[in-house]
């Protein structure tokens, strides 16, 4: 009798466990990128782009997460341009650090029609689905999801013209302490390639990077994740600047040549669940072990 009594608690502690520790799904990260894309081209102050911010913040707080939006106005070199960073939080234990996930949400901005499903379609879809992955986490350190905007340069890359979300949110940060809390960075940006391989980016955190490595090899994804190095200042540079320990996964060899980056087909067909699978399932794992 009293085990009848305690059996749906315990089928409901079964459930809420599982539903904590559900897998990265390569089929919906890639759903969440198409709807996103089918927006259109969203460099930043654009329609595309507000109704991508409503979509972002809408799908956050339906799966409760406590939702900032940071929204400040850019210098460019075609003049003052709004920008809005959307910082989710999942809160940890009292005392704990910050992990922090981070892509950019913005497509540059071009003559032609720029679907940007890789760049950077790939990422926000990425982070809507581990926010629906960790939703109902218990972790010891806060878990903050960051979506970027103003990644690229509005005309040609320059340390002025370029990352303009993650340098406005760095020195946010470092101005009211945060930064001195984040115990890791990890920065996504083109990771839905068909032919995915992230090759060891060479600004990254060593440490942090053997870890990401490891925890590939272990689930059985080293042929993604390759030896050779390259230097790709990108979203996490900011970080890096300040002494954050930070890492940067991009497969910066998009199509034959890298001939499909910022051109129109740069597509949905160009894409693979697979490829979102094999990212999100090793950041998550990484995650877990930061939190140790």
């Known amino acids: 009798m009293t085990a009848l009594r305690l059996l749906p608690f315990i089928v409901l502690a079964a459930a809420s466990l599982a539903l904590a520790q559900a897998p990265f799904s390569g089929d ?23 109704k991508m911010h409503a979509l972002i913040v809408s799908r956050l707080k339906s799966w409760g997460w406590q939702v900032e939006e940071d929204a ?24 704990g650090r910050i992990l922090v996930v981070s892509g950019h949400t913005d497509t540059k901005k071009l003559a032609i029609n720029f679907a940007g499903a890789n760049d950077a379609g790939s990422s926000t879809g990425f982070l809507l689905e581990l926010a629906r ?3 109902n986490a218990k972790l010891k350190h806060d878990l903050v999801l960051v979506f970027f905007d103003g990644e690229e340069a509005i005309r040609d890359w320059s340390d002025k013209d370029s990352l303009y979300g993650s340098r406005h949110l760095a ?10 809390r984040i115990n890791a960075l990890i920065n996504v940006d083109m990771i839905g390639d068909r032919d995915l391989v992230l090759l060891k980016e060479s600004f990254s955190s060593e440490p942090l990077q053997r870890l990401v490595w490891s925890v590939a090899r272990e689930l ?39 001939s499909w980056w910022h051109t129109d087909e740069d597509t949905m ?14 950041v998550a794992e990484t995650l877990k072990r930061l939190d140790r």
């Open 133 to 135: 992955v960790f939703r």
């Open 220 to 258: 059985g994804y080293a042929h993604h994740f390759g030896n050779q190095g390259w230097a790709v200042e990108d979203d996490h540079t900011p970080f890096l600047r300040l002494g954050v320990r930070a890492i940067n996964l991009i497969d910066f060899d998009y199509g034959p040549n890298n």
């Open 28 to 50: 919906s990260a890639y759903k969440l990128t198409a709807e996103v894309v089918a927006l259109g081209p969203r460099p930043p102050g654009s329609a595309a782009a507000r």
């Open 171 to 180: 020195a946010r940060w470092y101005k009211d302490g945060t930064i001195a």
């Open 269 to 282: 067909d160009k894409l693979s669940p697979k490829s979102f699978e094999v990212v999100g399932r090793v």
């Open 72 to 95: 400040f106005t850019a210098s460019t070199p075609i003049g003052r341009l709004p920008m809005r960073n959307i910082i989710a939080r999942l809160p940890g234990q009292p005392g």
